[in-house]
């Protein structure tokens, strides 16, 4: 699949962004997951990269690296609950259902 060739090719690139982005989470409590089970197409925002990202264990978010739109936090309580809703934020990312706050206020 070249989507997932590209981003194996920017792979280092791609993994100092996000260290410098997760750097801004509070304690390292957000946790980056790259599944190659999820395609995920480019932020409908910016066109930016999007990562599957869960805080605290207990929910998920699709979240650009770029302009931090995100999708709907999606809570789970077991791995078989996290598997479906990992599906579910990938599915409304790709669908262009974000979040995206305006930063003017």
């Known amino acids: 699949n070249a989507h997932l060739t590209s981003i194996r090719a920017a792979g280092s690139k791609f993994t100092t962004r996000m260290e ?9 409590e957000m946790d980056m997951e ?3 089970n999820y395609i995920l197409e480019d932020c409908p925002i910016c066109r930016g ?4 990202a869960h805080e605290g264990g207990w929910n998920v978010q699709v979240e650009c690296i770029d302009c931090s739109a995100h999708t709907v936090y999606i809570a789970y309580e077991n791995e078989e609950e996290k598997v479906a809703a990992e599906k579910q934020v990938v599915s409304l990312w790709n669908m262009g259902k974000v979040i995206k706050q305006d930063s003017s206020g």
């Open 49 to 52: 990269s999007g990562f599957v």
């Open 34 to 36: 790259i599944n190659p």
């Open 20 to 28: 410098k982005f997760l750097g801004k989470s509070s304690k390292g």
